[in-house]
């Protein structure tokens, strides 16, 4: 659920911020119409940096602002684009990269007890 800020829109030349949580059927049937994608695919391309992914996303937000641009002439000025984490997926990874590094640490070392072998 990223925040998808553009300063000043190249399509439109409005400024936006939307919260990007999830899609609804039609958007998701837009995207395998303009872009071939599934919603799978369309998951993964946009994990990857890939243009298309992001074209469609960019498409699909204006039309919820019921701003109409051709898809083929969706572009962007990456110096007036940004997504963040909502203060919840901040959390959420935070815990996740804690959870993480108590994997990654030794556990306590383990010492004998009792009497040593000499005593014995």
Request: hydrophobic fraction near 40%; glycine fraction near 4%; charge should be negative.
């Amino acid at each position: 659920m990223p925040i998808v800020k553009i300063n000043k829109c190249i399509n439109c030349n409005v400024k936006h911020e939307w919260l990007f949580e999830s899609m609804t059927l039609r958007e998701l049937r837009t995207i395998k119409k303009v872009t071939g994608m599934t919603q799978a695919e369309f998951s993964a391309a946009g994990d990857n940096d890939d243009p298309e992914a992001l074209a469609a996303l960019l498409y699909v937000l204006h039309l919820r602002d019921k701003i109409k641009v051709p898809f083929e002439d969706i572009d962007l000025d990456f110096a007036d684009f940004d997504m963040e984490l909502t203060e919840q997926e901040k959390k959420t990874v935070a815990e996740a990269e804690a959870a993480k590094k108590l994997e990654r640490s030794p556990g306590p070392k383990k010492s004998k007890s009792g009497p040593s072998e000499k005593a014995a």
